[in-house]
């Protein structure tokens, strides 16, 4: 089970731990990743950019709020590993311009469906929750259905795009 940095191994009864070691070294930090041309997805998210957090981003960036949504848009994400909650996936591709720390102030409520970056990044919120991340936009797809044959919308080692909804509307506001 890989995670940003590390990587759970359960070995079954009489495994040598060494040799498990050396065979998972012997990888490299990129196995599982890499696909046959033909066999990566892209999935598309469509985007309200207009979230709570785009003013601040910008402000902190040094971008206007148009700048931080095409960005934000144009970059062709991988879905590294998921976590956190169930189709909660970690995006890297997250353009330096936009790499923030955590809000120092979470949430306790981040309503589903919002698209969110933090660190290097970014992610959706498949369902309510509290949460850290700064919010640019939110969306409408469904990330995780437990009755769905694939209950979750986007797989590590997925390509995806964030395919903005309009022109970027300033938050003014707070949500949740």
């Known amino acids: 089970m890989p995670s940003a940095t590390s990587l759970l191994v359960r070995l079954t009864p009489g495994w040598d731990v060494d040799s498990a070691a050396a065979r998972v070294a012997a990888l490299g930090h990129t196995?599982?990743?890499?696909?046959?041309?033909?066999?990566?997805?892209?999935?598309?998210?469509?985007?309200?950019?207009?979230?709570?957090?785009?003013?601040?981003?910008?402000?902190?960036?040094?971008?206007?709020?148009?700048?931080?949504?095409?960005?934000?848009?144009?970059s062709l994400y991988t879905a590294a590993f998921a976590g956190f909650a169930p189709g909660f996936v970690y995006l890297e591709g997250l353009d330096p311009a936009l790499v923030l720390p955590r809000r120092a102030d979470p949430r306790t409520r981040v309503p589903s469906g919002a698209v969110a970056i933090a660190a290097a990044y970014s992610a959706?919120?498949?369902?309510?929750?509290?949460?850290?991340?700064?919010?640019?936009?939110?969306?409408?797809?469904?990330?995780?259905?437990?009755?769905?044959?694939?209950?979750?919308?986007?797989?590590?080692?997925?390509?995806?795009?964030?395919?903005?909804?309009?022109?970027?509307?300033?938050?003014?506001?707070?949500?949740?």
């Open 31 to 74: 196995a599982g990743r890499e696909a046959s041309p033909g066999q990566v997805r892209t999935v598309e998210i469509p985007v309200t950019y207009d979230g709570p957090d785009l003013d601040d981003v910008a402000g902190a960036t040094g971008l206007s709020p148009a700048e931080v949504v095409q960005r934000h848009s144009a």
């Open 124 to 176: 959706v919120y498949p369902r309510e929750s509290p949460g850290g991340w700064h919010l640019l936009g939110r969306t409408d797809a469904v990330l995780f259905d437990v009755t769905a044959e694939a209950p979750a919308l986007i797989q590590p080692g997925d390509q995806v795009r964030f395919v903005p909804l309009g022109p970027a509307v300033s938050s003014g506001g707070e949500q949740g």
